[in-house]
């Protein structure tokens, strides 16, 4: 098990940018898929974006072209660069991790608590 904490949310106008950050617990985080996930008040949570070494995804309908995601394993930490935020992102976005499996899918094993988006137009 790791455990999550997503920090850097917030509000931001429409445009903007923001870089979420997610700091983890263990001693084997680079052996971890990390992936980033959002869920917009009264919707379903969505894929954003997944990376484990030598690798990236992204979704490709709302997102991809705007955000990055990068880590850096002697921090522990995942990251997830927005920019040109849109009205329709604003979500609490959620931090996860895995081992094995699919990047894009929502069986993640390990969770973060969220760090809520807005987005002023």
């Known amino acids: 098990q790791v455990q999550l904490v997503e920090s850097g949310g917030g509000l931001v106008q429409a445009g903007g940018s923001l870089r979420l950050s997610c700091a983890a617990s263990?001693?084997?985080?680079?052996?971890?898929?990390m992936a980033w996930f959002r869920q917009p008040s009264g919707k379903e949570r969505e894929f954003v974006a997944a990376m484990r070494t030598g690798t990236s995804t992204y979704d490709t309908n709302s997102v991809k072209g705007r955000v990055t995601i990068s880590r850096d394993n002697a921090k522990n930490t995942v990251y997830l660069q927005m920019d040109s935020l849109k009205p329709e992102d604003p979500a609490v976005y959620y931090c996860?991790?895995?081992?094995?499996?699919?990047?894009?899918?929502?069986?993640?094993?390990?969770w973060g608590q969220g760090t809520q988006v807005t987005v002023s137009s």
């Open positions: 263990g001693r084997t985080f680079s052996s971890y898929a």
């Open positions: 996860a991790a895995r081992v094995t499996g699919r990047l894009a899918s929502l069986d993640y094993d390990n």
